[in-house]
């Protein structure tokens, strides 16, 4: 049976590269300030043109990488993942939970992200790990039996 060949350019990124992309990617997520102008030429304001950019994997798609090729690269390379990759998805969270925050995007939308790529949750569940032992009670505490309900 022939072997499935994948991309040279993914399978062969060296630590020293992906750390690169994903410096890329911190700097594709920050805030980048132009200035707008009018009819005239006169600065009337400034826009960020990064607002837009939100997601890690709309990002790694304009590097021309893929979801299904980013999960091959950390099933070559899992330490990729553990040391680096989550610094990417920090940036992400953080920017879409700031512009929730700030109303600049629909809250419903930005929790419905949150929950699902980033584990935040509404409920908080508390496990009761404590074990619950049967006690007699007569043993702890010394009754005192009456001597008027001894003879009924």
């Known amino acids: 049976m022939a072997r499935r060949k994948t991309k040279k350019s993914v399978n062969k990124i060296s630590e020293a590269d ?22 005239k030429g006169n600065v009337t ?8 950019n939100l997601f890690v994997g709309e990002f790694l798609l304009t590097k021309g990488i893929s979801r299904v090729e980013l999960q ?3 099933t070559l ?3 990729l993942r553990d040391k680096h990759y989550g610094k990417l998805s920090q940036v992400q969270e ?4 700031k512009m929730g925050l700030f109303k600049q995007l629909d809250s419903s939308l930005v929790k419905f992200t949150l929950s699902n790529k980033h584990g935040w949750s509404d409920k908080t569940e508390n496990k009761n790990t404590h074990d619950i032992k049967e006690v007699d009670l007569s043993k702890l505490v010394g009754f005192k ?3 008027k309900n001894e003879s009924d």
């Open 72 to 74: 091959n690269l950390f």
């Open 94 to 97: 953080y920017k879409l939970a």
């Open 77 to 79: 390379k899992p330490f």
């Open 18 to 39: 992906f750390i690169k992309l994903v410096e890329e990617g911190i700097e594709w997520f920050k805030p980048k300030y132009e200035d707008v102008k009018d009819d």
């Open 145 to 147: 039996r009456d001597k």
């Open 45 to 52: 304001g400034q826009v960020d043109v990064h607002q837009s």
